[in-house]
Antibody, heavy 121, light 106 residues
Protein backbone atom coordinates (compact mmCIF):
# COMPACT_ATOMS: atom_id res chain seq x y z
CA UNK A 1 0.00 0.00 0.00
CA UNK A 2 1.02 3.60 -0.45
CA UNK A 3 2.85 4.99 2.52
CA UNK A 4 5.48 7.46 3.65
CA UNK A 5 7.52 7.06 6.80
CA UNK A 6 9.40 9.97 8.34
CA UNK A 7 12.45 9.60 10.53
CA UNK A 8 15.21 11.68 12.03
CA UNK A 9 13.30 13.66 14.63
CA UNK A 10 15.20 14.33 17.85
CA UNK A 11 15.88 16.75 20.68
CA UNK A 12 18.52 19.25 19.58
CA UNK A 13 20.03 22.42 20.99
CA UNK A 14 19.36 25.83 19.44
CA UNK A 15 21.75 26.60 16.63
CA UNK A 16 22.36 22.95 15.80
CA UNK A 17 21.42 20.98 12.69
CA UNK A 18 19.21 17.99 11.95
CA UNK A 19 18.22 16.06 8.83
CA UNK A 20 14.80 14.51 8.42
CA UNK A 21 14.00 11.74 5.97
CA UNK A 22 10.75 10.55 4.44
CA UNK A 23 10.84 7.15 2.74
CA UNK A 24 8.03 6.44 0.31
CA UNK A 25 6.71 3.11 -0.91
CA UNK A 26 3.77 1.69 -2.85
CA UNK A 27 3.64 4.45 -5.47
CA UNK A 28 5.80 6.07 -8.14
CA UNK A 29 7.72 8.51 -5.97
CA UNK A 30 9.41 10.22 -8.92
CA UNK A 31 6.01 11.17 -10.32
CA UNK A 32 5.03 13.48 -7.47
CA UNK A 33 6.10 16.77 -5.99
CA UNK A 34 6.63 16.55 -2.25
CA UNK A 35 6.13 18.89 0.67
CA UNK A 36 7.15 19.26 4.29
CA UNK A 37 4.47 20.58 6.64
CA UNK A 38 4.95 21.16 10.35
CA UNK A 39 2.72 21.49 13.37
CA UNK A 40 3.95 23.10 16.58
CA UNK A 41 2.50 21.71 19.83
CA UNK A 42 -1.16 22.66 20.12
CA UNK A 43 -1.02 24.71 16.92
CA UNK A 44 -2.22 24.46 13.34
CA UNK A 45 -0.55 23.30 10.17
CA UNK A 46 2.28 25.32 8.62
CA UNK A 47 3.63 24.63 5.15
CA UNK A 48 7.43 24.49 5.20
CA UNK A 49 8.85 23.52 1.82
CA UNK A 50 8.14 22.04 -1.62
CA UNK A 51 10.24 20.22 -4.18
CA UNK A 52 9.12 19.24 -7.66
CA UNK A 53 8.97 15.64 -8.86
CA UNK A 54 12.37 15.93 -10.55
CA UNK A 55 14.14 17.62 -7.67
CA UNK A 56 13.92 21.10 -9.13
CA UNK A 57 12.30 24.34 -8.03
CA UNK A 58 12.57 24.10 -4.26
CA UNK A 59 10.45 26.65 -2.44
CA UNK A 60 10.33 27.59 1.23
CA UNK A 61 8.24 29.38 3.80
CA UNK A 62 9.78 32.69 4.81
CA UNK A 63 10.18 31.36 8.36
CA UNK A 64 12.75 28.76 7.22
CA UNK A 65 14.25 30.30 4.09
CA UNK A 66 18.05 30.31 4.23
CA UNK A 67 18.12 27.76 7.07
CA UNK A 68 16.31 24.70 5.69
CA UNK A 69 17.02 22.78 2.48
CA UNK A 70 14.63 20.32 0.86
CA UNK A 71 16.00 17.62 -1.42
CA UNK A 72 15.12 14.19 -2.74
CA UNK A 73 16.73 11.04 -4.07
CA UNK A 74 14.37 9.39 -6.53
CA UNK A 75 16.62 6.30 -6.72
CA UNK A 76 15.98 5.76 -3.01
CA UNK A 77 12.35 6.98 -2.98
CA UNK A 78 13.34 9.35 -0.20
CA UNK A 79 12.65 12.99 0.61
CA UNK A 80 14.90 14.99 2.92
CA UNK A 81 14.80 18.16 4.97
CA UNK A 82 18.13 19.55 6.15
CA UNK A 83 17.51 21.93 9.01
CA UNK A 84 20.32 24.25 10.10
CA UNK A 85 20.51 26.99 12.73
CA UNK A 86 17.53 25.54 14.53
CA UNK A 87 15.47 27.77 16.81
CA UNK A 88 13.05 27.02 19.61
CA UNK A 89 10.18 28.04 17.32
CA UNK A 90 11.09 25.20 14.94
CA UNK A 91 9.84 22.73 17.56
CA UNK A 92 7.07 20.78 15.86
CA UNK A 93 5.92 17.52 14.37
CA UNK A 94 7.18 17.48 10.79
CA UNK A 95 5.09 15.71 8.16
CA UNK A 96 5.98 14.86 4.60
CA UNK A 97 3.06 15.12 2.20
CA UNK A 98 2.60 13.95 -1.37
CA UNK A 99 1.48 16.45 -3.99
CA UNK A 100 -1.08 15.14 -6.47
CA UNK A 101 -2.81 17.30 -9.03
CA UNK A 102 -6.56 16.93 -9.14
CA UNK A 103 -8.67 18.99 -11.54
CA UNK A 104 -5.53 20.91 -12.41
CA UNK A 105 -4.41 21.95 -8.96
CA UNK A 106 -2.40 20.82 -5.99
CA UNK A 107 -3.67 18.55 -3.24
CA UNK A 108 -1.71 17.06 -0.36
CA UNK A 109 -3.31 13.65 -0.80
CA UNK A 110 -1.04 11.42 1.25
CA UNK A 111 0.79 12.17 4.49
CA UNK A 112 3.38 10.44 6.61
CA UNK A 113 2.83 9.83 10.31
CA UNK A 114 5.15 12.67 11.32
CA UNK A 115 8.41 12.96 13.26
CA UNK A 116 8.92 15.19 16.30
CA UNK A 117 11.67 17.80 16.39
CA UNK A 118 12.29 19.50 19.73
CA UNK A 119 14.71 22.42 19.89
CA UNK A 120 15.73 23.07 23.46
CA UNK A 121 18.84 23.75 25.49
CA UNK B 1 0.79 36.02 0.69
CA UNK B 2 -2.82 34.87 0.88
CA UNK B 3 -4.17 34.43 4.40
CA UNK B 4 -6.89 31.92 5.28
CA UNK B 5 -9.28 32.54 8.17
CA UNK B 6 -11.56 29.84 9.53
CA UNK B 7 -14.57 30.25 11.77
CA UNK B 8 -15.44 29.22 14.31
CA UNK B 9 -12.15 28.11 15.86
CA UNK B 10 -14.08 25.47 17.77
CA UNK B 11 -17.63 24.23 18.08
CA UNK B 12 -19.59 21.77 20.15
CA UNK B 13 -22.06 19.47 18.43
CA UNK B 14 -23.91 16.22 18.90
CA UNK B 15 -24.11 13.08 16.83
CA UNK B 16 -26.61 13.66 14.05
CA UNK B 17 -26.14 17.44 13.94
CA UNK B 18 -25.55 19.36 10.74
CA UNK B 19 -22.23 21.20 11.05
CA UNK B 20 -20.94 24.04 8.89
CA UNK B 21 -17.40 25.44 8.96
CA UNK B 22 -16.43 28.61 7.12
CA UNK B 23 -13.14 29.53 5.48
CA UNK B 24 -12.36 32.96 4.08
CA UNK B 25 -9.41 33.91 1.87
CA UNK B 26 -7.77 37.34 1.99
CA UNK B 27 -8.12 37.57 -1.80
CA UNK B 28 -9.88 35.61 -4.50
CA UNK B 29 -8.58 32.06 -4.91
CA UNK B 30 -11.12 30.91 -7.50
CA UNK B 31 -12.05 27.38 -6.37
CA UNK B 32 -8.54 26.27 -5.34
CA UNK B 33 -9.46 25.31 -1.84
CA UNK B 34 -8.88 21.99 -0.10
CA UNK B 35 -10.26 20.68 3.20
CA UNK B 36 -8.43 18.31 5.55
CA UNK B 37 -9.46 16.39 8.66
CA UNK B 38 -7.00 15.74 11.46
CA UNK B 39 -7.71 13.50 14.42
CA UNK B 40 -5.75 13.84 17.63
CA UNK B 41 -2.22 12.51 17.26
CA UNK B 42 -2.72 11.59 13.60
CA UNK B 43 -1.69 13.02 10.26
CA UNK B 44 -4.15 15.15 8.29
CA UNK B 45 -6.38 13.47 5.70
CA UNK B 46 -7.59 15.08 2.48
CA UNK B 47 -11.40 15.33 2.41
CA UNK B 48 -12.32 17.75 -0.37
CA UNK B 49 -10.38 19.38 -3.20
CA UNK B 50 -11.10 22.22 -5.58
CA UNK B 51 -13.78 23.44 -3.18
CA UNK B 52 -16.38 20.74 -3.71
CA UNK B 53 -14.87 17.50 -5.07
CA UNK B 54 -14.95 14.61 -2.62
CA UNK B 55 -11.73 12.64 -2.21
CA UNK B 56 -12.05 8.92 -2.84
CA UNK B 57 -13.21 7.03 0.24
CA UNK B 58 -14.63 10.08 2.02
CA UNK B 59 -18.25 9.62 3.13
CA UNK B 60 -20.85 11.64 1.19
CA UNK B 61 -22.05 13.35 4.38
CA UNK B 62 -19.07 15.68 3.80
CA UNK B 63 -19.57 18.41 1.23
CA UNK B 64 -17.86 21.63 0.24
CA UNK B 65 -18.97 24.76 -1.54
CA UNK B 66 -17.86 28.25 -2.41
CA UNK B 67 -15.65 30.20 -4.75
CA UNK B 68 -13.69 33.42 -4.74
CA UNK B 69 -13.05 34.25 -1.11
CA UNK B 70 -15.76 32.40 0.84
CA UNK B 71 -16.01 28.65 1.32
CA UNK B 72 -17.86 26.21 3.54
CA UNK B 73 -17.41 22.63 4.67
CA UNK B 74 -20.62 20.92 5.72
CA UNK B 75 -21.10 17.66 7.57
CA UNK B 76 -24.74 16.74 7.00
CA UNK B 77 -25.12 14.36 9.95
CA UNK B 78 -22.22 14.29 12.39
CA UNK B 79 -20.93 10.84 13.26
CA UNK B 80 -18.76 9.85 16.25
CA UNK B 81 -15.71 9.42 14.02
CA UNK B 82 -16.06 13.00 12.72
CA UNK B 83 -14.94 14.62 15.94
CA UNK B 84 -11.64 16.13 14.81
CA UNK B 85 -9.99 19.36 13.68
CA UNK B 86 -10.67 20.58 10.15
CA UNK B 87 -8.35 22.77 8.08
CA UNK B 88 -8.85 24.61 4.84
CA UNK B 89 -5.93 25.24 2.48
CA UNK B 90 -5.56 27.47 -0.54
CA UNK B 91 -3.48 26.29 -3.48
CA UNK B 92 -4.17 29.23 -5.79
CA UNK B 93 -0.74 30.73 -5.24
CA UNK B 94 2.43 30.03 -3.29
CA UNK B 95 2.77 29.54 -0.39
CA UNK B 96 -0.07 27.00 -0.01
CA UNK B 97 -1.43 28.39 3.25
CA UNK B 98 -3.67 26.63 5.75
CA UNK B 99 -6.42 28.13 7.84
CA UNK B 100 -6.09 28.10 11.61
CA UNK B 101 -8.35 25.08 12.04
CA UNK B 102 -11.79 24.35 13.48
CA UNK B 103 -12.03 21.83 16.29
CA UNK B 104 -15.31 19.91 16.33
CA UNK B 105 -16.01 18.64 19.84
CA UNK B 106 -18.77 16.73 21.50
Amino acid sequence: QEQMVESGGAVVQPGKSLRLSCEASGFIFSGHGMHWVRQAPGAGLEWVALIWFDGTKPDYADSVKGRFTISRDNTKNTLYLQMNFLRAEDTAVYYCARDTWRDGHTTFDKWGQGTLVTVSS
Amino acid sequence: DIEMTQSPSSLSASVGDRVTITCRASQSISRYLNWYQQKEGKAPRLLIYVASSLESGVPPRFSGSGSGTDFTLTISSLQPEDFATYYCQQTYSAPPAFGGGTKVEI
